[in-house]
């Protein structure tokens, strides 16, 4: 079972671990995971392709990189939805909403297996953000979905989609002024050589989707799907405290390496939930399907505050 990710040392990664530990002990050795993060299965696009076709047994990463399989897979980028990350988790576990989730990519032969927080959204950038109006004119990289470009429009800054592998070299050669993503990932792959300054924006959340071949999972006899498919649930609910403890550590690591961290106003904050919080709602409005499911989202989140 080749499992791929396109990061290394962070929550997405772990979880891997934790999944390849569960599913080894639980099919008694009859499926053998193999771990590939920082891209070695090739790009995300690529492994997630492998994936559908049955050459890659699982792919982990940002749902937001599945859009192109299925535009819902980008709601949960959407900002303003959650207080923190525990209250994402608690949203993204709910038994309704995780299951309808996870089956977005079945009629494309992906079968979810797990969904989980990496952790809030933040902007790495080259030159010093001290307040968000910083940001108008830059070209910042992102993921591939409108939820995500739309929130870079309505700064005033040029929304850059790309696979993560070319994002440092485009940061180093000043092609791209920044990034959004979350600060585990931009410590793991060492963003601080090209990119010092980090501003902390929390208006969303940077989640986890792991799907697995369908036609892989179809052909195992009926113990070994359970036996993948209870690994990660399992995998999702138990890598969540490594990620708390974790998020906090790379606060002190990303200024002992040499960068440094700004923290917008209150005031500032609530300004711009203000103007990126209607985008959810905005976006999905567009298909039907998308609409139904962001309420659902919507929901499960106001029932979990």
Not at 37 to 53: H, K, V
Not at 115 to 122: D, E, K, N, R
Request: charged share 25%; glycine share 8%; aromatic share 8%.
């Amino acid at each position: 079972m080749k499992i791929g990710t396109p990061t290394l040392n962070d929550t997405q990664h772990e979880w891997m671990k934790i999944f390849a530990r569960l599913i080894e002990a639980s099919s008694g050795g009859r499926i053998k995971p193999e771990i590939y993060p920082a891209s070695q299965l090739g790009s995300i696009p690529r492994m997630i392709e492998g994936t559908q076709f049955g050459s890659v047994q699982c792919f982990v990463g940002p749902p937001e990189f599945l859009s192109g399989v299925d535009s819902r897979f980008e709601i949960l980028g959407a900002p303003g939805l959650f207080k923190d990350v525990d209250h994402a988790e608690r949203t993204l576990q709910d038994p309704e909403f995780n299951k309808a989730f996870l089956a977005l990519g079945e009629d494309k032969g992906l079968k979810g297996a797990g969904l989980f927080i990496s952790g809030p959204a933040v902007f790495n950038t080259r030159t010093k953000v001290e307040k968000l109006t910083d940001l108008a004119g830059q070209k910042i990289r992102v993921l591939a979905s409108p939820i995500q470009t739309e929130q870079l429009k309505r700064l005033k800054a040029t929304a850059v989609p790309m696979p993560l592998g070319e994002v440092l070299p485009a940061l180093q050669q000043g092609t791209i002024d920044g990034v959004m993503s979350t600060l585990q990932v931009l410590t793991a792959l060492r963003f601080y050589d090209a990119a010092k300054f980090l501003v902390e924006t929390n208006q969303a959340m940077v989640t986890v989707v792991s799907v697995v071949s369908k036609s892989w999972f179809g052909k195992l006899p009926a113990d070994l799907q359970a036996a993948v498919s209870e690994a990660g649930q399992k995998a999702s609910t138990e890598v969540h405290g490594w990620t708390k403890e974790f998020i906090a550590k790379q606060r002190a690591f990303w200024t002992a390496s040499g960068g440094t961290i700004t923290d917008i106003s209150a005031a500032e904050h609530e300004e711009l939930m203000k103007l990126l919080r209607p985008i959810g709602e905005e976006v999905t409005s567009r298909k039907p399907p998308e609409k139904a499911l962001f309420e659902l989202l919507q929901k499960t989140a106001q029932s979990k505050a």
